[in-house]
């Protein structure tokens, strides 16, 4: 399934252009994981409508991601792992993220 996934340099980011370290605040932070779920089907199934569904989603969550001072960590395929200083900023970016993929249908 792999094989399906469309790389697009458009949705590619490197750590360092981020312009933040990761957060720590006495050596703890809030992780938040994200996934698509049934990706891997979506893509075939709708190769098209994927892939402009995922520059949406992809900038949806690294502009909400900037906004709550969150830090990502990895990215592969559709799935995030972004870093935050306390649970409440990482509480905030997934409700965030919810309404403005929601509202994007």
């Known amino acids: 399934p792999d094989a399906l996934f469309q790389d697009d340099e458009s ?4 750590l360092p252009r981020l312009g933040r370290r990761p957060p720590c605040v006495d050596g703890l932070a809030a992780i938040v994981f994200t996934d698509i779920q049934s990706a891997a089907e ?3 199934r709708a190769p098209a409508a994927m892939k ?8 949806v969550m690294r502009a909400r991601a900037e906004e709550f001072d969150g830090y990502e960590t990895n990215t592969v395929g559709d799935t995030f792992a972004i870093a935050f200083e306390t649970i409440d900023s990482a509480m905030k970016f ?3 993220v919810q ?7």
């Open 52 to 59: 402009k569904a995922m520059r949406t989603h992809n900038s």
């Open 94 to 96: 997934c409700l965030a």
């Open 42 to 44: 979506l893509w075939f």
């Open 11 to 14: 949705t590619r980011v490197s």
């Open 99 to 105: 309404v403005d993929l929601y509202n994007s249908t």
